[in-house]
C-alpha cells in the first residue's frame, strides 16, 4: 500500500473549526424564539452545520426542523437549503447514498427557482461525496456542473475552488499533467484575489503533484511555501495536510524517524480538530512506517485503529488495503510479535 498524501480539498461553505459554545448561543437564541418564521429558519439551519462538524446526528435533528419549516413557509430555496445541509451530515456519517439524493433534490430545488449559485453549491458537494468514495469519474463530472454556474455568475473565488477539486480528482486517476494545469488555474485566481489559505492549499497540492512525478525538490519547496502561510495563519486542517506531505517525502527518502515525527505532528492536529478521515490517513502512514522500522506492535495498532475509521465509513477500498498490509505484516513479523498479541498461525495465514 503506497503511504497516503491527503487531497486539500475546499468545501462549501469554507469549512471552519466551530465551538460547542457558539453552538450553545445557537440553541439558546433558537428556544428564545419560538416564532414559526424566517428567523427561526435560520437559526435551525446554522445549528445543522455546525453540528457537521462535532455531532452530525444531532445537524440531521436540525436539518429535519428546517425542513418542515421550510415546507410552512413555502419556500423552494429555503426547502433545498435544509435538504443540503441533512445531505452533509448524512456524509459525515457515512450515509453516502442518502447524502447525495438529498444534494440532487436541493439543486433542483434551486434551479426550479432560478437560484444558480445554489445548485453550483449543491453540485459542488456532490462532487466532494463522489471523491471520498473514490468515483472520480462522477466527481469531475459534478465538478464541471458547478463551475459552469459559477462562470456564469462571476463567481471567481468559487470557480478557483472548483479548478482545485478537479485537479484532485485527476491525481487520484494518475493524471498529473491534468493536475496540474488546473491546480494553476487555482493558484492563479487565489493570487489575484490574495485568498492566502486558499493558496496555500493550493501549494501544497502542487507539491503533491510533483512529489507523484518523483520532482522531490520542487515538492519540498511548494510543500514550505504551504507551510509558510499556514503556520503564519495557524489553520490547523491545513497544517496538518502540510506535515503529512513533508513526512512522506521523509518516508520516501528513508528518513523514518524524521518522517514519524511528521505524520506525529499531522495525526496530533487532526484528532484536535475531530477529522476521523485523516487520523485514519495518518495512522495507515504511520503504521507503514512503524513496519519498515520493524516495530510491528506499533504498526499493528495504528492498522487496526485505522480499520475501525474506515468501516465507520464503509470505506471499503481503504479497508481492503489496509487488510492486505495486515496480511503483510502477520507474514513478516516474528513468533514472538504474534504470541504477544495472541495471535494463531492459523490467523497469520488465513
Known amino acids: 500500500m ?7 480539498l475546499l468545501l ?19 428556544n428564545q424564539h419560538p416564532q414559526q418564521d424566517t428567523v427561526r429558519y435560520f437559526l435551525l439551519k446554522k445549528i445543522s452545520f455546525q453540528y457537521s ?4 446526528n444531532k445537524g440531521v435533528e436540525a436539518a429535519d426542523a428546517a425542513i418542515e419549516l421550510a415546507k410552512r413557509l413555502n419556500s423552494n430555496i429555503k426547502l433545498a437549503g435544509g435538504y443540503a445541509n441533512k445531505a452533509t451530515n448524512f456524509h459525515k456519517l457515512g450515509r453516502d447514498s442518502e447524502a447525495l439524493a438529498l444534494y440532487t433534490i436541493a439543486a433542483n430545488l434551486h434551479l426550479s427557482e432560478d437560484y444558480k449559485k445554489g445548485a453550483a ?10 471523491f471520498d468514495i473514490g468515483n472520480y469519474v462522477m466527481a469531475i ?30 491525481m487520484r486517476m494518475d493524471d498529473y499533467v491534468s493536475a496540474l494545469k488546473n491546480f494553476f488555474r487555482a493558484l492563479d485566481i487565489y493570487q489575484q484575489l490574495d485568498m492566502q489559505e486558499s493558496k496555500a492549499l493550493v501549494l501544497s497540492n502542487i507539491g503533491m503533484a510533483y512529489h507523484e512525478l518523483a520532482d522531490s525538490a520542487k515538492a519540498y519547496m511548494y ?31 528513508k528518513k523514518y524517524s524524521k518522517a514519524l515525527s511528521y505524520y506525529q505532528k499531522a495525526l496530533a492536529l487532526n484528532k484536535d480538530i ?10 495507515v502512514n504511520m503504521a507503514l512506517t512503524y513496519n519498515e522500522l520493524k516495530d510491528f506492535s506499533s504498526a499493528y495498532e495504528n492498522i487496526n485503529a485505522a480499520l475501525n475509521i474506515y468501516k465507520v465509513f464503509t470505506d471499503e477500498y481503504n479497508t481492503s488495503a489496509l487488510l492486505n498490509e495486515k496480511g ?21 495465514y488465513s
Open 141 to 170: 463530472n459534478y465538478e464541471l456542473k458547478s463551475l459552469d454556474l459559477y462562470k456564469e455568475l462571476n463567481l471567481s473565488a468559487d470557480e478557483a475552488d472548483v479548478y482545485n477539486n478537479v485537479a484532485n480528482s485527476y
Open 274 to 283: 475531530k477529522d476521523d478521515r485523516e487520523i485514519a490517513s495518518n495512522m
Open 328 to 348: 503483510k505484516l502477520f507474514a513478516n513479523c516474528s513468533l514472538y510479535f504474534l504470541n504477544e498479541e495472541g495471535i494463531s498461525s492459523h490467523d497469520r
Open 121 to 130: 453549491n449543491a453540485y459542488f458537494n456532490m462532487s466532494y461525496v463522489y
Open 223 to 253: 510543500y514550505q511555501q504551504a507551510l509558510k502561510i499556514d503556520e503564519q495563519n495557524g489553520n490547523k486542517k491545513n497544517l496538518a495536510h502540510d506535515y503529512q506531505h513533508i513526512g512522506v517525502l521523509y518516508d520516501d527518502a
Open 53 to 56: 462538524f462535532t455531532d452530525p
Open 2 to 8: 503506497r503511504k497516503l498524501l491527503l487531497f486539500a
Open 12 to 30: 462549501f461553505p469554507a469549512i471552519f473549526v466551530c465551538c460547542q459554545t457558539e453552538i450553545d448561543s445557537l440553541v439558546k437564541e433558537l
